[in-house]
């Protein structure tokens, strides 16, 4: 039973929820530590974590209906059911005892709290050690590697060594940027027993903290361009493909998927998969097919790396975790107590013979054996710096190349497969300037002038060609141009919700995002100040009346404010819109779409008076001053819950839209002194 008890006794297992949601799970070893990890998440996540679990197994249309069927196609597709199967069989007898023990934390919480989940996704209880797995499998190999597309351009950090900051100390920004949403949540959460103190971030439903600090060290993670997944193509024949100058027979199975039906009944599907010495078939046509090669499948202990990593006590222990490579993407931003900090380009970079990053982008041919990559460029291989001259790096989603400025990795020292050679105007590149700009142009870095750079919404990518078009806005005889020429000549350049010109601004950019903007392209001999200047003054001008009129039309006027044109918005909670996409240079990421007006007016009884909704971006910010105790800020830009009945959903959004951070509760006395509530499981 759980029981609610205000003392502490040896042997229990804790969680104690601060005011904020976030658990903070007490045990004696990490045998318990585990159950009660995996029953605080349920408690904040649980029908999210059962609906993620179900889609794992590939049994989601089973269980819910043809909604899906598509996902269960993918993820029985993929292999995923059996390959987590055969990954459990590979951990350690500990490692078993801690996803086991995880999972049994899931179904305890599903037998005490059944009231507390939807009905319809109980079906899915008990889950076990395999289904974990599966999960971990399903979201980092199968959506952050195979569709890093999907990740709204991932994230933000920063590590600034002693000498760089005010107080002596190294410092470190986590910032990672995802979908507020589905299996890309983080969860904040506390674990400590008697050996072990970590503090951070877990992606929902994982058994282990992906971003974290402890007593010694901390490290964040963001997306990089890596080349995780190879795309073959093959030529078909009689029997099967070729393959150095053979026909070679395709490994065919078939599988088959239940459908639940509207009336409770059930159909079968049978779906075939066909697999080659490359990998399984995704695509095939009359002639031809491409199969998909996907690193880090033969890769099975991520959980336990991530485990050792927050056990790490300093950076020799944490890069013997990182160097095992059972992470197959992300780069790794590291700082600790003793002043060091390193930024390392970290995953599986296969071995290639040839080729650069932009031949392995692209369908490479799969009929030879020399194209077919079967090892991968061990930890020493990878780019990497430790404590480099410049005191601080830096990462926005960029090649390893602008980690520093100026440049101490240099991309002529490693294959020419490993990374993009520069920054792309289209991505990351105003971003990335951004975040480099402000670190080079401050002399030391506080710990609170860091804080106050990571909400800064200045929108770089205004920088490279405001005046120009403002000057040719000027010299129009139409009106409606001079109007708007004025209203960015006003623009502060930010996206703040008082900032007026950042709606015009931001439409005309979408006006113009599939067309040529710049007259000079980035340039890696000036890669702070290109690219620059428009390329079509007079398409620029027409795209420019087009937002002009349409804004005015909306709303009567063009020099609107951005909380009146976006809004955060997270369930039910609505706040005025703050940041920007980071395709525009904002190092406040907040990704918008479009609010379905049709669609929302089948909901409610009023227009909604806004365009843009937010959907993606900041989700757990972390600042660190690796002092003695360790200063620490904290966000979850959503809350730290999805479930109905709790009152952290969204709940810290009001901090978010005003560029304030928590403080994270990290002794006893002070998460006593903000207790929500004390869960005490018993042993059973």
Known sequence: MVGFRMQNTANQTEILWDDWGVPHVYATRLEQLFPAFGYAQMHSHGNLILQLYGQGRGRAAEYWGEDYLQSDRYTRLMGIPQRAKDWYQAQSPEMQQYLDGFAEGINRYGRENGDKLKTEL???LPVTGVDILAHVQRVIQFHFLVNPQQLQQGSNAWAISPDYSTRNHALLLANPHLRWGDLFLFYESHLKTPNFNAYGAALVGMPTLAIAFNDQLGWTATVNPILGTTRYQLTLEEGGYLFDGEVRPFETTVETLKVKQEDGSYRSEELTLQTSVHGVVIERQENSAVALRVTGLDHPYLPE??????QAQNLEEFEAALSRLQLPMFNIIYGDKTGNIAYIYNGLIPIRKEGNWQDWSQLVPGDTSTTLWTEYHP????????????????????????????????SADFPNYFAPQGLNPETTAFRTQSSIKMLKNTARMS??????????????MADHLLDDLINAAKASDKTILQEAANVLADWDRKATPTSKGTPLFFLWSQLMADQTIFA??????????????????????AQLKKAALQLKSTYGTINI???????????HQQKPGTG???????FQVVEYMPVSQDKLDDQLDYQLDYQLQSVAGDS??????????????????????????????????????KGEMREPWLTRRDIEAHLENRMVLEEK
């Open 379 to 410: 930890y020493e291989d990878l780019p990497r710096l430790v404590n480099p001259s410049t005191k601080w790096v830096q990462n926005t989603n960029d090649p390893p190349w602008t980690s520093t400025f100026p440049p101490v990795l240099k």
């Open 447 to 460: 710990f609170e002038q860091m804080v106050k750079d990571k909400f800064s919404s200045h929108l770089e």
């Open 620 to 657: 757990y910010i972390a600042a660190l001053e690796f002092s003695d105790p360790i200063r620490a800020k904290v966000l979850t830009t959503y809350g730290n819950a999805t479930q109905p009945h709790s009152p952290h959903v969204g709940d810290q959004l009001s901090l978010y839209v």
């Open 122 to 124: 109980k079906t899915v």
């Open 580 to 586: 920007a996409s980071g395709t525009l240079g904002s």
């Open 305 to 310: 790396q991530f485990l050792q990593m927050a």
């Open 520 to 541: 000079t392209p980035w340039n890696a001999d000036q890669p702070l100040t290109t690219p620059h200047s428009l390329a079509n003054p007079k398409n620029a001008l």
């Open 561 to 571: 404010t951005w909380s009146e044109y976006a809004k955060l918005t997270y369930a």
